[in-house]
């Protein structure tokens, strides 16, 4: 009742030629990828949270077999359900309902879904898949959320699953760190990339974990222009050792990383 009145007085109309149009929402599947630890994971789980908080489905799909990042994100206790992205891939046709029942949703908001490998597993825990099986889990989340984030790994030539959701992405984030071996890394499988049926233009370059001192300079060395920078935080180092990455981000130390996911939540999702 309070905050019906709250409103009813204090709401004012946008003036006129300084109103900012809203953008409509842009549904789709934004991948994460780049070099080796550049953080992609904390990237796709930051964005993930960024739309769930504003009330915006979303599933974020894990692609890492390797190192299974479920357990990483947060205590299994804040998660519901105990399902493995294998038991999808598992089936000889993934469907849309196998998908749903398999699906984590976060107890505390349920509009953020998790799909990932279980702790313990490998890709070799389940039966082979090939790339139909992806294709179709890619066509399902599709109709299942507005908003897809695919964390990928970055060996995309031995990784069918990254490959596959990298080419039916609607837009990519390229992650490098300012570095050499960030560098040389893409240089080297960007070919990949190109001799296949790739939209270049649907990426965005991304400098992350950038420290103060290489602002500016080293990253336009290293890596030319980018449409965004994340920048180091330790509050955010702290979240990853601690495995707590859905939790809010509030020290000031954070404040430019938290305001870049913001900006490409916008650009890419127009939320
Ligand atoms: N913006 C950042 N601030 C602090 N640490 C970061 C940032 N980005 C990445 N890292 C660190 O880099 C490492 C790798 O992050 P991760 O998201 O797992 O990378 P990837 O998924 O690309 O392998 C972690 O130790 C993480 O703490
Ligand atoms: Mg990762």
């Known amino acids: 009742m309070l905050n019906f009145k709250k409103k009813s007085i204090f709401t004012r109309q946008p003036a006129g030629d300084n109103a900012q149009p809203e953008q409509e929402p842009q549904s789709g599947i934004l991948a994460v990828w780049g070099s080796p630890g550049s953080g992609k994971t904390i990237t796709a789980v930051k ?5 769930a908080d504003r009330k915006k489905n979303v599933v974020l799909l894990l692609c890492d077999m390797t190192a299974p990042m479920l357990p990483c994100i947060c205590p299994s206790s804040e ?8 038991s999808i891939l598992a089936a000889t046709h993934v469907t849309e309902a196998l998908i749903k029942h398999n699906l984590v949703t976060l107890k505390k908001n349920s509009f953020l879904t998790i799909l990932g490998m279980k702790k313990g597993e490998n890709e070799y825990t389940y039966p082979p898949y090939e790339q139909i099986q992806v294709q179709e889990l890619m066509d399902g989340l599709r109709k299942i ?3 897809v984030v695919v964390d990928c790994g970055s060996y995309i030539a031995n990784d069918i699953l990254s490959a596959v959701a990298l080419m039916e992405a609607d837009s990519v984030l390229r992650l490098a760190c300012a570095d050499l071996k960030s560098v040389s890394y893409l240089s080297s499988q960007l070919p990949l990339l190109r001799d296949s049926k790739w939209d270049a233009d649907k990426q965005y370059k991304v400098a992350s974990n950038v420290k103060p001192h290489q ?13 965004f920078t994340l920048t180091h ?14 939790a809010d981000l509030s020290l000031k130390d954070s404040r430019l990383f938290r305001r870049e ?4 939540a916008k650009e890419v999702f127009g939320c």
Request: charged share 20%; hydrophobic share 45%.
């Open 47 to 51: 964005i993930a949270k960024h739309l």
């Open 79 to 86: 998660l519901d359900g105990e399902h493995s992205l294998g």
């Open 145 to 147: 959320a507005p908003f």
């Open 215 to 227: 602002v500016g300079e080293q990253i336009g060395q290293a890596l030319g222009s980018v449409a």
């Open 233 to 246: 935080s330790q509050e955010l180092e702290e979240q990853y050792l601690a495995g707590n990455l859905l």
């Open 261 to 264: 996911i913001e900006k490409i």
